[in-house]
C-alpha cells in the first residue's frame, strides 16, 4: 500500500495543482468581466444625472436633490447616490447608504482639484462596493460640485465562490477516478500475479501440488516466478533427503541426542512443522532500565528451559505471549521472529494481549486460581468469573493465532501448561483433523480438590479434546484419570490409560522431563575465571558452598530453606565461617499480592538469619536477587558443594536436574524435597519433607560429611539417569506417541 502511494500521490498531486491554476485563471477572468460591467453601468448611470445634478447645483435645490437621490432606492443592485457641493460637503444622499454620506472620505478631496471623474472599489464597514463619482461643472468649466454613484458588488463574490465550487467537485471526482484506475491496473498487472505466485508456493511447499507455477511472462515477474520455482524445488528435495537419512541413522542410535530428536521428527512429521503453544516466550526483550537500549533475555522458567533445546533441535513455530515491553520493536508484519537471535533455529510467533487480558487470565485466572490449586500448599485459590471470561478469551485469541498457521495436510499441535487448558478444544472445532498433544508441566490434584475448581467441566472438557496429555510422573496420571471418571460423564480404559468421552479417545501418560544432558563439555577457563571471580566477590575461599536457584514462588519452599540453614547453625555453630548458602532467586509474578507479600517474607527471614549469624564481614546467607542468564547461573553450579531444592509440591523441578548435569566431575550433593516430580528418578539424592525444619537442617549436616566416595558415586548414578533420560528422549517419546495416535 506505501508503495502504490507512493506512485499515487505525485499524479494526484499534479492534477491538482493543474486544477488549481486553472480555478485561478477562470475567477480571475470571471471577476475582471463582473467588475467591468459594473463600471460600464455606473458610469451611464452617471453620465445619466449629469444634467439634472448640474441643475440642483446651480439652484442649491435641496428639494429636488432628495427626490433624486430618493429614486435609487428602488435600483437593484445600485446601493444609492451621494450629491456634494463644491466644497465637496454632502448634500443629499440616498437613506440606504445614508452612513456612506456621513463618513469622510479621501478621494473626495482629490476630485474637488482635480476636476476628473473617479472610479473604484471601496471599502465601507464590512462590504465592498464600487463608486464612481463625476465632477459637475456650469458652462465655464467651474466646479459646482460631484455626483457619486455607489454599486453593489457582493454578486461577484457569490459567482466566484459558485466557480471554485464547481472546480473542487470536478477536482475530486477527477482524483478518485483516478485513484480506482490506478488500483485496479496495479491489482492486474503486480498484486494478483503475485497472490497467485505464493499461493503455488505454498501449496508445493505443503506437497499439495506437483505441477509448476503460472506465471509465464518472460518479464522480471517471470525470472522471479521461476527463481521461486528453483527454491521450491530444491526445499522439497533437501527435506526428502533428510528424512531419509534421518530413517537410518534411528536404526543405529540407542542414546537420546539433539541429532537423533532431529531425525525422529523428520522421519515422524515428514514435511510438517511442530506447533508449540505455551505462555511464557522463550527470548524476551526488555528495555535495560540502565542503559535504556532493548535487550534480548531468557525469561527464568522450567517450561523455556526444557522445550528451547527441542525448538532449537527441530526447527518449526513457537507461538507464545509477546510479554516484553521492547518485544513488538523485533517482530515482522506478521508478529514473528528468528530465534535464538542471531541463529535463526526456529521462529517465534508473538501473541500480544492487553493488560486486562493479562490480568483476567495470566495473574488472575492462571496463577490465582489453577496455580495454588494443583500445588498442595495450602494457598487457597482464588477464582473470580471475570478472570474466567478474560482466561477464555484469551484461549480463543491463541486458537485463531495458531489456526492461522496450520498446514493445510496433518498438522500437530503441542500445547504447554495450565493456561491453555480450553485451547485444544478450539483448535478442534475448526480443524479437527489437528493431533495435539497438552503437557502439564505442574502437579494434577485429587478429584476432591479439583472439585472446588467452579469451572472443573469446562476444563476437564476442554482439555479432552487433545489427543494426548502428558504429565511428569504417573500418580500425576492417575489423579487426572479419577478425575475424569469421577467428575466427568466418561468411561476411563485403566489398561490402556485413556480417558473416553462420546467417543473420543485421549490417552494420558506419564513423560518425565529433564534438561539437555550431562554429556555437555568440560569446566572451560572462561568458567574457572567466573568462580575465581565470584569467591573473591563474595569471600568464598576455603567456604563449603550450598546454593539454590528459584523463582520466588511460594511453592518453591524458599522460607523452609532459610529456616532450615538458621537452624543448622544453630545447631552446628561449628560451621560458622566455614559453611554459606548462596540463593539466586529470579522475582516471579509480583503483580500478585501473595508473591509480593512472600517475596517480603524470605527478605525478612534472610536478614533475621543472617543478623543473628553472621560474625565480622561473614554472614551465612548471600541472597541475590534477580534474574540470571544460564550462563550466568552455570558457575554458580559448578562452585556449589550442595545444590538445596525444597519445593514444598513441585511437577518436577528441574534445577535439581540441570545441577546434576553440570557436576561433570561427580563432586556434588544434592538435598532434594521428596514432594518434587524430580525426588522419583533421583533416588540418590537425600531426600526430605521441607515441612520438617529439624530433618532439613540435619540433611545439611550430612550433605557436608558425606564421605567423598558416597558423593561421587551417587552422584554418577544420578548423572547416568539424566544422561539416559534427557530431555530429547522426552519429547522423541511425546512425538512418538502423538504421531502414532494420528488417524490418517
Ligand atoms: P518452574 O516452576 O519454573 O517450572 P523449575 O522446573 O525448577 O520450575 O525450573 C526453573 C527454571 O528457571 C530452571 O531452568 C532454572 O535454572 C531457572 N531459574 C530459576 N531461578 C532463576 C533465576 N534467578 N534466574 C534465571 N533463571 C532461573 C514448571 C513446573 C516445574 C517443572 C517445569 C518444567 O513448576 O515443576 O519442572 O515447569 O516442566
Redesign the pocket.
Known amino acids: 500500500m506505501k508503495r502504490m502511494l507512493l506512485f499515487i500521490l505525485p499524479v494526484l498531486l499534479l492534477v491538482s495543482i493543474a486544477f488549481t491554476v486553472f480555478g485561478v485563471f477562470q475567477v480571475r477572468y470571471e471577476e475582471e468581466k463582473q467588475l467591468d460591467e459594473i463600471k460600464r453601468k455606473a458610469i451611464a448611470v452617471n453620465e445619466s444625472l449629469e444634467f439634472s445634478a448640474r441643475h440642483i447645483l446651480e439652484n442649491n435645490d435641496l428639494k429636488n436633490a432628495n427626490r433624486l437621490v430618493e429614486s435609487f432606492q428602488r435600483r437593484e443592485r445600485l446601493q444609492g447616490c451621494v450629491i456634494y457641493d463644491k466644497e465637496g460637503r454632502v448634500l443629499a444622499v440616498t437613506e440606504r447608504i445614508s452612513d456612506w454620506g456621513r463618513t469622510a472620505k479621501p478621494y473626495t478631496s482629490e476630485i474637488l482639484v482635480s476636476k476628473t471623474p473617479r472610479g473604484a472599489m471601496e471599502k465601507f464597514g464590512d462590504y465592498t462596493a464600487y463608486s464612481y463619482v463625476l465632477p459637475i461643472k456650469d458652462a465655464n468649466g467651474e466646479l459646482l460640485g460631484m455626483v457619486e454613484v455607489v454599486y453593489d458588488t457582493s454578486h461577484v463574490l457569490t459567482t466566484i465562490a459558485a466557480i471554485w465550487k464547481r472546480v473542487s467537485i470536478t477536482l475530486i471526482s477527477l482524483l478518485v477516478v483516478i485513484v480506482l484506475i490506478m488500483l485496479l491496473i496495479q491489482r492486474q498487472i503486480f498484486v494478483l500475479p503475485v497472490i497467485r505466485l505464493t499461493e503455488w508456493f505454498q501449496h508445493f511447499q505443503r506437497g499439495e501440488t506437483d505441477v509448476s507455477h503460472s506465471i509465464k511472462e518472460e518479464d522480471e515477474l517471470g525470472k522471479l516466478a521461476s527463481e521461486v520455482e528453483q527454491v521450491a524445488l530444491s526445499l522439497r528435495i533437501a527435506r526428502k533427503a533428510v528424512s531419509e537419512k534421518a530413517s537410518e541413522r534411528l536404526e543405529k542410535e540407542e542414546l537420546w541426542t539433539e541429532a537423533k530428536l532431529r531425525d525422529i521428527i523428520h522421519v515422524r512429521l515428514g514435511e510438517n512443522a511442530l506447533y508449540m503453544v505455551s505462555n511464557r516466550e522463550p527470548y524476551m526483550h526488555v528495555i535495560n532500565e540502565i542503559t535504556g537500549k532493548p535487550e534480548c533475555i531468557r525469561p ?4 523455556v ?2 522445550i528451547d533445546p527441542i525448538m532449537r533441535a527441530c526447527g518449526g513455530m513457537w507461538i507464545a505471549h509477546g510479554a516484553g515491553n521492547a518485544d513488538r520493536q523485533f517482530v515482522n508484519s506478521k508478529d514473528k521472529l528468528g530465534v535464538p537471535p542471531e541463529d535463526d533455529k526456529y521462529i517465534l510467533k508473538r501473541v500480544w494481549l492487553s493488560k486486562d487480558e493479562e490480568e483476567g487470565y495470566y495473574y488472575g485466572f492462571s496463577n490465582e486460581g489453577l496455580w495454588p490449586l494443583c500445588h498442595i500448599t495450602h494457598t487457597r485459590p482464588v477464582f473470580r468469573e471475570p478472570d474466567w471470561q478474560a482466561y477464555k478469551k484469551v484461549n480463543q485469541k491463541f486458537a485463531d493465532s495458531v489456526l492461522l498457521e496450520l498446514p493445510v495436510k496433518n498438522p500437530f499441535v503441542f500445547i504447554h501448561d495450565y493456561h491453555f487448558t480450553l485451547l485444544a478444544g478450539m483448535i478442534k472445532e475448526k480443524r479437527p483433523d489437528t493431533t495435539i498433544a497438552l503437557f502439564w ?2 502437579p494434577w490434584p485429587n478429584p476432591e480438590v479439583f472439585a472446588t475448581c467452579p469451572y472443573q467441566e469446562q476444563i476437564l472438557e476442554g482439555m479432552l479434546a487433545c489427543d494426548l496429555i502428558g504429565f ?1 510422573v504417573q500418580m500425576h496420571c492417575n489423579n487426572f484419570l479419577d478425575t475424569a471418571n469421577r467428575l466427568l460423564e466418561s468411561r476411563v480404559d485403566t489398561e490402556a490409560f485413556k480417558v473416553i468421552r462420546f467417543g473420543k479417545e485421549t490417552l494420558i501418560k506419564a513423560f518425565p ?1 529433564s534438561v539437555d544432558d550431562c554429556t555437555g563439555h568440560d569446566s572451560s577457563m572462561e568458567d574457572l575465571q567466573q568462580i575465581n571471580n565470584l569467591c573473591k566477590e563474595y569471600n568464598l575461599e576455603n567456604t563449603i558452598i550450598a546454593m539454590g ?3 520466588i ?1 511460594y511453592t518453591k519452599g524458599l522460607s523452609e530453606r532459610i529456616l532450615a540453614v538458621d537452624r543448622f547453625f544453630e545447631k552446628y555453630p561449628q560451621y560458622k565461617k566455614k559453611f554459606v548458602f548462596i540463593q ?3 522475582p516471579s509474578r509480583t503483580h500478585i499480592k501473595r508473591y509480593h507479600d512472600f517475596a517480603g517474607e524470605v527478605d525478612e527471614l534472610v536478614e533475621k538469619a543472617n543478623w543473628k549469624h553472621s560474625e565480622g564481614d561473614w554472614k551465612p546467607i548471600i541472597y541475590l536477587k ?5 550462563e550466568e ?1 552455570r558457575p554458580y553450579y559448578l562452585m556449589a558443594d550442595i545444590c538445596i531444592v525444597s519445593s514444598l509440591h ?6 535439581a536436574k ?1 545441577y546434576v548435569a553440570a557436576k561433570k566431575d561427580s563432586n556434588g550433593v544434592l538435598i532434594l524435597s521428596r514432594f518434587t ?1 524430580a525426588a522419583k528418578e533421583l533416588t540418590q539424592a537425600i531426600h526430605i519433607n521441607p515441612y520438617s525444619i529439624e530433618e532439613f537442617a540435619d540433611s545439611i549436616k550430612s550433605a557436608i560429611e558425606m564421605p567423598a566416595e558416597e558423593k561421587r558415586s551417587r552422584m554418577a548414578h544420578m548423572r547416568n539417569v539424566i544422561r539416559i533420560n534427557n530431555v530429547y528422549r522426552w519429547a522423541g517419546n511425546i512425538i512418538t506417541e502423538l504421531t502414532s495416535l494420528k488417524k490418517i
Open positions: 527464568a522458567g522450567g517450561v528451559t526444557a508441566h505442574i511428569h522431563i536457584v528459584d523463582r514462588d539466586l532467586a529470579a534477580r534474574h540470571f542468564s544460564q547461573i513441585d511437577g518436577m523441578n528441574l534445577v540441570e516430580g
